[in-house]
């Protein structure tokens, strides 16, 4: 048997594996002490050739080597580790001031990050964090394509029989189409839970600022494809932000130094460039990249004065800025509801739009109507039956999106629903369905 030798009992299949390789006892010790509160199935090797063996051995998530050993040092087992197996993450220790090795570790064995030794525990946490969070989202992506060329591929089927069958499936097509357009939305939202994820006070802000948005958008009259986009940009408009650092994005605007500042600014632009490579959403690019023009000119990134900022960014300023200073991350001190409307109030016509910030009013003082749809029902869990179609997004208590409305309920997914309820304690978790007739 291997002198690689995992910790603890059988893991999980979330429980993160990493193999800790040094040829020195008291560092993989030392290693093992500082992963072990956090939930890390650790396996260790004393040599690179031992962890040769366990990686052929079981599956890791992340590999931490030390550069110097014996027979084979770390750059040359990192490499091996990178073309053997390439989607384990790679992080290199290195003791001494060998800048040829560590060059050949970056080059050949493609490492996540290296790191100094003797290393700070709160550095080294940090980087394996960072580590496995980005081996998480190459996950998902993989997970997000697969998905996509499947439903391209069903597609595909469709089409090809679509000419011979025309009449019959006339209506056939319309649903499909429907399902295509929900299946863009869907995928929208999941995409903003995604950018979310990194937890704060981001959890549920682009929700809300799209349900604000699109009610003021409406009450000013404009209809279609119009509030369609600002629908959307409203859920994407931080998509800009999913690169840059958690320290930046844990302080609010106000705080941020000259050069957080610079580097803030420039996620507008950079979600306008990440969202112009898909058709349907270039009218919504546009607006992500306006939503933090001002109304007077001062605003960023183009300087635009009054009508020349679209429409919809100047209502998705609005949307976004009455959120944000409410959940601190304007100015650190949260505000009430009450105290952010005075303070869009006393920025109309320099930072926002006037008439936008009327309709703003008018649809956050205005009482709610009830629903109109007479087939919807809220249902507590235990009376859910397959057939029903959900006419609302499922959220978490977290703010997370666990289905999405015109969802049709099976057996199983309600057995998942009532499992999340049970594990969360909402014992009157409703859910609004419609009843087929």
Known sequence: MSEAAAEGIPLATEVWRVLCVDDEANILSALRRLFRPHGYAIVIAHSGAEGLAA???????????????????????????????????RILLTGYA?????????N??????????????EDLLMTVRQALEHKALAREKLRLEALTTRQNEALREINATLEARVIERTEALREA??????????????????????????????????????????????????????????????????????????????DMN??????????PVTGEQALMALEDLHGAAKLVRGHHERFDGKGFPDGL?????????????????FDSLQIGTIAPRRMSAEAATRLIVDYSGKRYDPDVVEAFLAVTSAVEAPASNTEERALNVDMLEPGMVLTRDLMSR??????????TLTRGIIRQIADYAEAENLPQLQVFVRIPR
């Open 108 to 121: 050949k064995g493609q490492i996540f990050r290296y790191i100094s030794k003797p290393w700070n525990d």
């Open 258 to 267: 000259g050069e957080d500042t610079h580097l803030y600014r420039k996620h």
């Open 398 to 407: 977290q703010g997370y999106l666990m289905l999405a409305a015109d969802f």
């Open 55 to 89: 990686l052929e051995a079981q599956a890791f998530d992340l590999v931490i080597s030390d550069m110097r050993m014996p027979e084979m040092n770390g750059a040359q087992f990192l490499e091996q580790v990178h073309q053997r197996w390439p989607d384990t993450m």
């Open 177 to 254: 189409n429907e399902r295509v357009k929900a299946s863009f939305l869907t995928s929208i939202k999941v995409f903003t839970n995604l950018m979310e994820l990194r937890g704060g006070p981001l959890v549920g802000h682009s929700r809300r600022v799209a349900d604000l948005a699109r009610r003021i958008a409406r009450h000013m009259g404009l209809e279609g494809q119009v509030v369609q986009d600002i629908f959307l940009a409203s859920l994407l408009h931080d998509i800009g932000k999913i690169g840059l650092p958690d320290t930046l994005l844990a302080r609010s605007v106000t």
């Open 98 to 106: 060998d800048i040829t090795s560590t060059i050949d570790a970056v």
């Open 305 to 321: 004065l009054g009508e020349f900022i679209p429409i919809g960014a100047r209502i998705l300023s609005v949307a976004n800025d």
